[in-house]
């Protein structure tokens, strides 16, 4: 028997190999894209090693790509075959890539936090349910799982930083922006290669309407980030959205072009930030030139994925939006035969597809259709179903700004000046909002709360 670095034993053939699966661990906590190269040297040092076929298992499950699940389900069969020399804690991993592979995340995140009640210092379990949790909007259980451990970490433990960031991006996300921002400096502070940390003060900073703070967060640890891999290109995405809310369009659109979409990527995440952007853009009127062609080529190829229906979505307005509204269609058909294929099978996705991912795909489609009465009565239905598809709330914020333009370009004025004096109430320094909601009122012919709110939008764009 061996011991990782934070004293958990690991079965294993030798101390190197462990210490390959903690090297291979680290990577994975700074979102490197050195991690998979790490973990293939692991797999070199000891292929009977039970939690590195897991981690290897793991590492193919977590970009959401369907050209790596059959590599994830042979490091299944392989720690499967290996379970009866392992711990009762390697045996609960192996449980757990099961049930992952078999698409029941719910039950996947379930069986790591019972790892985490006995072994708080599993590190790997933690990060993967934190991420897991964020996966499917289980906030509630992401905040409690970071404050579960916490009592039992210190900065003396390797990796306390990776937890604190873990702590700061749940508080954030369940509505405690101020007490999670300097957790995550701390973290970042200990460890500034943290991007997932550094990610944390990043949302901070955009909940709290911090535009100046934020634009200067991101952009001095951008150095390091960039060392990481492409989640760097998420954080320039955040970036972006302060430029957005400072109007400063071409900043965003030169973002765009040299920082998260440089070339085409099949990375979910760089098409998210890329089909965000656009969208979010093209609602404020800003004229995008031949962007989405790039974007929507890498989207039609991801046409059935249904892997996840927070990128489906995005597939999905990145085809729509350039004009492929088959393509799209095509999509949207494939999210409900996967739904409907899957009813009863404890797929996870599927039934967030069914619950609302569905609606909201059809939605994006109407809205590129100009159908919006229809994206309307899709989203008003749905607009506080939406936390299980996962992602940030400010990601999820492009299908509330979708919500409120089609209610604007379908002459719902009424209904507009509703949802946009509820948004100005939750972002008071956000100058477009403020600017929308004064084309609402002048909509509903009040005329002089207009000229005052433009005003107010005048104030915070001079600040
Ligand atoms: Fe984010």
Redesign the pocket.
Known sequence: MFYDIRGLSVTASSQEAVDALDAATDEFLRQSRDAGLIAARMDKLDPNMILGQCLRGYFMQLPSRLHLQAGSLECLAKATALADDGTARERKHIEALAAWCAGDIRRTNAIWEEILIDHPHDILAFRLAHLMHFFIGELGAMRHSAARIMSRWSEAVPGYGYVLGCRAFSLEETGEAQSAEPLGRRAVELNEADIWAG?AV??CL?TMGRRADGITWITAHGDTWRQSGPFAN??W??RSLHYLELQRYDAVLDAFDREFWPEPSEDNTDIGNATSILMRLGMLGVDVGDRWQSVAEVCAGRVGDCLRPFNDLHFIMGLANSGRLQEADAMVGHMRDFARDNVGAGVTTAQVARDVGIAVAEAIVAHAKGEHGRVVTLMMGHRYAMVPLG??W??RDVWIRMLIDSAMKDGQGTLARALLAERVAEQPTSAPSWKLYADALQTCGDNAQATAMRAKAAMLLAA
Do not use: K
């Open positions: 990610h990043a949302h955009e998420h954080l995405w955040h992602g940030s400010a990601q």
